[in-house]
């Protein structure tokens, strides 16, 4: 691969992953304090809704596999996602005069369209990365590269936010509030033009895979019926200990999910955000940058394994000495920065180990079949996103945090931030237990991939 496709597929990560990290972040909060909506209720609404709109990450997968387009199987439903996800993005922003009832419908209905717009270009942007190349390292490098992007990308809301508070005519000046004063709360414009902001930049850069990268990986095409595809995911036994560990670590994502809210309750601001967002994030690239190495030198299984029982101990760590030995923030700095070296397992390696899945799967049965897999990939980490979201919100209105509270209870802080930190590690743990059967490393991944290029280049001639 080029320079310019992996700057192409990794900077159209950044896009699309800023649009679905400025949601995860701020959606809830936005209802929360713009329109009084109750946290529990919006977390559970978000599950809801998640659980429903993963029914069309398959749907999206069939259609992939059945695609005759010269452009290829996956990159034309990346260019029909793009107006569909600007357009409901700037939508669930708007502030609308509805109260009970309707205002949790119209939070339900608009929030189903996005979550449908943002799958028809998940699925095809997750699973090409299955194709770019038929090389396993390369594979993995470019993997690796382009997700530390989409990691940044994620987390890009907690500097896009604050910078449009800074810049909107009569919003909240950020930081800009007299010493011992609580900084106001974010409006509606600028929730609104944040959206527009990040709507229209993450969509132009989302296009970018579209234009730039090539599928290079040979396929036959598959129409498959629902029952063909789900019995070829079924038959991936690789692929399903990933899926159910994924599941098992649901509660990784409560993080992300209420980093406002813990802003807001540990250091007094919710646009502080951006110190919460950069000091772990900061971890997680790291961590990320470390992941192929250890991959090399350990394989897949340990890693992961490491990396999950290391967030469980850091996690706890981190949690115990804030709660019982000291608040001190240069401390609880640090303590976020090595938490976030446990996340490379959870934003790098599902994606490898799937594209080893597939390509597991066509050395047994000759088929790839990337849209089935990726769309259960995709289904799965929505589904995730919102258990760790409702379980997250749940907490954080358990805690009794209240957005236009001037003083912060103690306890109220313990919890949010054993949500935000140690309920995360738990789920790490919890992940390991099906990865303990996963075989598909080291020399057997090898064998397939010279089996599989073998193949190839026979099929050439």
Not at 422 to 436: C, D, E, K, N, R
Request: hydrophobic share 50%.
């Amino acid at each position: 691969m080029s320079f310019k496709e992996i700057a192409a597929y990794s900077l159209g990560l950044f896009g699309f992953q800023a649009i679905v990290g400025f949601l995860n972040s701020y959606q809830a909060e936005f209802y929360h304090s713009q329109m009084a909506a109750n946290l529990a209720v919006i977390g559970i609404l978000i599950l809801v809704v998640k659980v429903i709109s993963a029914v069309f990450d398959p749907v999206v997968g069939n259609l992939i596999e059945r695609g005759k387009s010269p452009k290829g199987k996956l990159r034309p439903f990346i260019a029909y996602s793009i107006l569909p996800l600007l357009i409901t993005t700037v939508v669930i922003f708007i502030k609308v005069p509805f109260t009970g009832a309707g205002l949790y419908a119209y939070i339900f209905v608009t929030f189903l369209l996005w979550s449908m717009a943002m799958t028809l270009g998940d699925v095809p942007s997750q699973g090409i990365a299955s194709v770019l190349t038929p090389d396993p390292d390369e594979r993995t490098n470019v993997i690796s590269i382009s997700n530390t992007f989409k990691q940044i990308g994620f987390s890009a809301a907690a500097v896009l936010v604050p910078v449009v508070c800074m810049i909107v005519p009569g919003g909240s000046k950020v930081l800009g509030i007299e010493k011992g004063q609580q900084d106001a709360p974010i409006s509606s414009t600028e929730y609104l033009v944040t959206a527009a902001v990040a709507g229209v930049l993450g969509c132009a850069l989302f296009s970018l895979i579209y234009f730039f990268n090539k599928e290079r990986v040979q396929y036959s095409q598959e129409k498959m019926s629902f029952r063909d595809m789900f019995a070829a995911l079924r038959e991936n036994k690789p692929l399903m200990l990933v899926i159910v560990s994924y599941f098992l670590g649901a509660g990784r994502q409560m993080a992300m999910a209420i980093q406002v809210q813990a802003s807001s309750a540990i250091m007094g601001s919710e646009n502080y955000v951006i110190v919460l967002g950069i000091t772990t994030g900061v971890g997680t690239m790291v961590s990320m940058a470390l992941t192929p190495v250890l991959i090399k030198k350990l394989g897949e299984k340990k890693t992961f394994i490491g990396l999950s029982v290391y967030g469980f101990l850091i996690s706890a760590a981190a949690f115990l000495v804030y709660a019982f030995v000291t608040q001190n923030m240069i401390v609880m700095f640090v303590l976020l920065f090595l938490v976030g070296l446990q996340f490379g397992a959870v934003t790098l390696m599902p994606m490898i180990m799937v594209s080893d899945c597939v390509d597991w799967y066509e050395y047994n049965t000759g088929k790839r079949a990337e849209g089935p897999a990726f769309s259960l990939l995709t289904l799965t980490i929505k589904v995730c996103l919102a258990v760790g979201a409702a379980l997250g919100l749940v907490f954080v209105q358990f805690s009794g945090y209240n957005a236009g509270a001037v003083q912060v209870a103690q306890s109220t802080k313990n919890v949010i931030f054993f949500a935000y930190v140690a309920m995360p590690g738990i789920f790490s743990l919890l992940s390991v237990f099906p990865i303990l059967k996963y075989d598909l490393t080291g020399e057997k991944k090898t064998q397939i991939a010279s089996a599989l290029q073998q193949r190839r280049g026979d099929a050439e001639n």
